[in-house]
């Protein structure tokens, strides 16, 4: 199992950035997946995931309305579009496989 993050950056407050995860080794469409962040002194949140059957989503309260989760299940991506972010929206953000815990090397946001 591979999950590789991009599309960090630092960028000002109302900007926005997409971030992607691609997946590898597993058969994507079968798991539930989702994003982390883990920001500067601050316990890890869970801000976004996408479930199987039907596409179920979830958002934090921190970024509902301005974060969207969505899958492209070829070629095996998903991707969190960012939009109207904030200071503390900065943080390390981690793509997660919920089964079984697989985690990518996560991508830094900066938002500043």
């Known amino acids: 199992v591979q999950l590789v993050e991009s599309g960090g950056g630092l960028v000002q407050p109302g900007a926005s950035l997409r971030l992607s995860c691609a997946a590898s080794g597993f058969t994507f469409t079968n798991y539930a997946m989702s994003w982390v962040r883990q920001a500067p002194g601050k316990e890890r949140e869970g801000v976004a995931a996408i479930y199987t059957g039907g596409g179920v989503t979830y958002y934090a309260d921190s970024v509902k309305g301005r974060f969207t989760i969505s899958r492209d299940n070829a070629p095996n991506r998903w991707h969190l579009q960012m939009n109207s972010l904030k200071s503390e929206d900065t943080g390390v953000y981690y793509c997660?496989?919920?089964?079984?815990?697989?985690w990518g090397q996560g991508t830094q946001v900066t938002v500043s």
């Open positions: 997660v496989r919920i089964s079984m815990g697989y």
